[in-house]
């Protein structure tokens, strides 16, 4: 079974109990059970910048949100160390402008992980073969 690396979008739909593809589903409890489920430290800067924008509204504040969505059955944080940042400046293909997407990609590229999500820039960047992505 191989890991998953949720992106932001994907954390919050698994946290929240949101519908998700049978088939992402099936991956997401799979995962769950083998403890192979990684969250980016890049995404708690997310949900802490969508929360100021008023772009989502947490029951929480957005630090105990992150911690909750962490301890979730089978999730833990993935690894971001310096090389990784680095290698988000020069990804192949056309990756997502986004920066926080670049992070995520550069992490599942790096870790060889399977990116979960639904966001077109990210699913258009694994279809060009330059991440393993599951589309949810």
Not at 11 to 35: H, T
Request: charged letters at 20%; one cysteine or more.
């Amino acid at each position: 079974m191989a890991t998953l690396l949720l992106d932001t979008c994907a954390v919050l739909w698994i946290a929240n109990g949101e519908e998700i593809s049978e088939n992402c589903r099936q991956a997401v409890d799979e995962a769950a059970q083998a403890d192979k489920i990684l969250i980016s430290p890049i995404t708690a800067w997310e949900i802490g910048t969508l929360v100021r924008k008023g772009r989502i509204a947490l029951s929480m504040a957005p630090d105990v949100w992150f911690e909750a969505a962490l301890a979730l059955p089978g999730m833990r944080l993935a690894p971001m160390p310096p090389r990784t940042l680095i290698a988000s400046a020069f990804l192949p293909g056309t990756p997502p402008a986004d920066p926080a997407d670049r992070i995520i990609a550069a992490t599942a590229r790096a870790e060889d992980l399977i990116l979960v999500t639904r966001d077109r820039k990210l699913l258009s960047y694994g279809e060009e073969g330059h991440a393993r992505v599951l589309a949810c």
